[in-house]
DNA sequence: TTCATTTTTTAACATTTGTAAAAAAATTCG
DNA sequence: CGAATTTTTTTACAAATGTTAAAAAATGAA
């Protein structure tokens, strides 16, 4: 719970009023390991917040799947299509370890934003900051080798690298899990 | 004037009231090809819309620059960590055509995002459709050769290939511009 | 612990992409 | 128009990454 507040508060400043409204409506749920939080094709009708845990979004290819994000304590979790369009999203979201998450309902949340000024200005500084987030990654790979973005990975996330499977990471970093462990194996 | 309208309210229906109050304060601006409409390094404090011309967005590398985005007729134009954190930027954007864009100051959006529920809700919009977009990109490069992404292009924006040199879009598909050259003879 | 399963590493070879340099084509400007 | 400049394509070779398959290591369940 203290982690929430930390983080709610941290995306933009609310006052007691707008905090409080906005985390009644945060139910704390607890969710095995392997549960898909948002299935592709399908509609995600919640936000959740990692309490502690880990989850990866990923798409499925033709003969793979593709990891492209890893959600970890202190991270907001949704389906970007649905949440922002109410669409089903081409993603699925699953939990890599037994996780305690907390959940707000989608139409809840909408209805807090259309009612509130600063909950619906709080709402867009957290698409805002996601938005930074993706924008810094993006840019990351057209610059930087895989090879470099792994040992960058391990220098601000060496738990990610201890926690998540060679494989999403590899997909992750856009290259095959044979390249990501010749990388590794420079490395050491 | 009109095309700015139409994009305005295709992302976050606005009253009369609202509406005149956002574009009353979008001034229209010429400017010429090559101008940089963003320095790297520096704060910009405006947000633009692209009525006619075409912009890039792009980082400067050792021995290269990279462009990693395109913006064309209807689209906004901000540098997101100027925009969104009012920190220098990381990319510069740049005019690629003589262009006529509506300009807003930034602090006189942020006023408005602060004063007027509707427009906080039309700024959190843009940001999720922003993020909608820069997220497809995303996907789309790590599924896709930068042969399928550059046929994809052609498909979906042959005016860009047509506007805009090959350097930049061999950039902006994360290969060299000999790699692209390669690709094209490959389809004819 | 032990066996079965999953994950990671290694190897050999094929394919793709990059680099550097030159040629060809297109564009700009006096 | 025509020369100078810029952009695009081509070539030859080097380096990086992918593919397939097998071996090694780690993990999980009985």
Redesign the pocket.
């Known amino acids: 719970m203290e982690q929430l507040l930390k983080k709610i508060t941290s995306v933009y400043p609310l006052k007691n009023d707008s905090l409080n409204q906005l985390i009644a409506e945060m139910k704390p749920i607890e969710l095995p390991k392997h549960k898909i939080l948002v299935e592709a094709g399908q509609v995600g009708r919640s936000v959740y917040f990692i309490e502690k845990g880990i989850a990866r979004a990923y798409c499925e290819g033709k003969e793979n799947q593709i990891t492209f994000w890893f959600g970890l304590e202190g991270d907001f979790v949704f389906s970007y299509n649905s949440y922002i369009n109410g669409r089903p999203g081409y993603e699925s979201i699953e939990l890599l370890e037994n996780s305690l998450l907390y959940e707000i309902k989608d139409n809840v949340l909408q209805a807090l934003f259309r009612e509130n000024i600063e909950l619906a200005n709080w709402g867009r500084k957290l698409a805002e900051l996601e938005l930074i987030k993706l924008e810094e990654r993006y840019i990351a790979r057209l610059f930087k ?3 470099e973005c792994y040992r960058e990975l391990l220098n601000s996330s060496p738990l990610l690298i201890r926690r998540i ?3 999403y990471i590899a997909s992750y970093l ?9 990388i ?2 420079e490395i050491r």
Chains 1, 2 share one sequence.
Request: proline share 0%; charged share 10%; aromatic share 0%.
């Open positions: 080798s895989a090879s499977q060679l494989g856009g290259v095959t899990q044979v390249t990501l462990s010749r590794r194996s």
